[in-house]
Structure formats: C-alpha cells, structure tokens
C-alpha cells in the first residue's frame, strides 16, 4: 500500500513569497502531523489534526504558519511571507490512532530553502 | 519538552554492541524510536508503553525505565544496515504529541 505523500519534495522560494506544501497521509489515518527538521536535528512539533479538527497548533513559530486538513484526509501547511529561517524539511506524518498508541509514518518531506 | 539523547554519535565495526539513551524530565507516557537514515523518512523501529517494558526487534531491542523517566536502545552484532540517525520521541502525557530528541548518529564499519 502507498506511503504518506509529500510534494514538492523540494521548493525554493525567494524572501517574502507565500509556499503550500501538501501532505497524503494513508488512507483510514486518522491522526495527520506536521513537523519541522532543521539540518543535524530532530523533527520539531508543528501542529496535530485528528481527522479534520486541528487539536494542536502550539508548536507553529508564527501566524505566518497556517495549516489545514478539511476533509479528514490531505493535509496543506502553508507559509506567507517566506522567511530565511523558515528553510527546513518539513515532514507529514500520519498515524492510525492517536501518537501515543500509534506508529508514526512520516513522508520523505518537503525541503525547503528561502534566498 | 524535548527528550535528551546521548550519545550524539558512536562509530561501531560490524558485529560490535552499542546502547543509545533517552532520558525525559518529565513523566513519561509512551517513548518512540525511529531511525533516518540520509535524506529519508524517519522510520518506526518500536514503541514502548509501560514501565519496565522491552521490546525487540530483531538484534534491535529497548527498554522503557518509567521511574527513571529514560528508555535504552540496544544494538547488538551491529550490521551495516544499522547505520543512520536514531531518534527517540517522547509523550510526556496523555496529549498524543511527540517531542523528539536531537538524534544519535550510528556509523557502523565492516
């Protein structure tokens, strides 16, 4: 069976642009995660959905940072106003239950570098 | 809270055992371990839930010391495959999010 699907998987933008990265979890997942990997680290919480609720956003660095999940299924984390420090892989990850019980499968990421 | 892992790297030849280590300042409620090797997705390896538990997969296998609030990866007879950086996740509460450490990069010889 498929993956959790990210694309782009590479995306670069200039200072100041707005960028959407997608996220396909697996089908019947119900918890969908974004997280942020800066170069040498580990993956640092975004935002959580279950199903198309958005239960946490606490980790999101800014109100530039806004995601969605409408439908119960993709997932779109979306940056404006692109910042150098924004650059970073930004990875999905989906899980059958909630993250606790439940394995995270992460997609290959995004990774994204702002000029 | 993120989880403190150590060492950050170890240098292993094929055959060789090491033990990585995840310790949280707070209670734990479940820990995570997964592995990335290069330019990939992290990948499960196992979850661990209740105090004292041990789990194994294949010569890959942890323990979860809930009173110490810390959790062991344990690699024996190392094989190259075993290379990559191994990441424990930490639920801190019954709040489904996990805090990942900063990684623990195995290089393993022939």
């Known amino acids: 069976g498929a993956g959790v699907s990210q694309s782009p998987r590479y995306k670069v933008a200039k200072r100041g642009q707005d960028v959407a990265l997608r996220c396909d979890p697996i089908?019947?997942?119900?918890?969908l995660f974004w997280y942020q990997q800066a170069l040498g680290q580990g993956p640092e919480f975004l935002t959580y959905f279950q199903n198309e609720a958005q239960l946490d956003k606490s980790g999101l660095p800014s109100d530039r940072f806004f995601a969605e999940r409408p439908e119960g299924s993709v997932s779109t984390l979306k940056i404006q106003r692109t910042q150098q420090e924004d650059s970073a892989v930004y990875l999905c990850?989906?899980?059958?239950?909630?993250?606790?019980?439940?394995?995270?499968?992460f997609g290959n990421g995004t990774r994204l570098t702002v000029t | 809270q993120q989880p403190v892992q150590s060492p950050q790297a170890v240098i292993l030849r094929e055959g060789e055992d090491a033990v990585i280590n995840c310790s949280s300042s707070k209670a734990l409620y479940s820990v995570h371990w997964y592995r990335q090797k290069h330019g990939e997705a992290p990948v499960f390896l196992m979850i661990?839930?209740?105090?004292?538990e041990q789990k194994g997969h294949d010569k890959i296998s942890a323990s979860f010391n809930e009173k110490k609030q810390q959790s062991s990866l344990y690699l024996t007879a190392s094989q190259l495959s075993y290379s990559g950086t191994y990441f424990c996740?930490?639920?801190?509460?019954?709040?489904?999010?996990?805090?990942f450490g900063a990684g623990t990069t195995v290089t393993v010889r022939a």
């Open positions: 996740g930490t639920e801190n509460s019954y709040d489904y999010k996990l805090s």
């Open positions: 661990l839930l209740k105090g004292g």
């Open positions: 990850a989906s899980s059958l239950d909630r993250g606790g019980n439940s394995p995270l499968h």
């Open positions: 089908s019947g997942h119900v918890s």
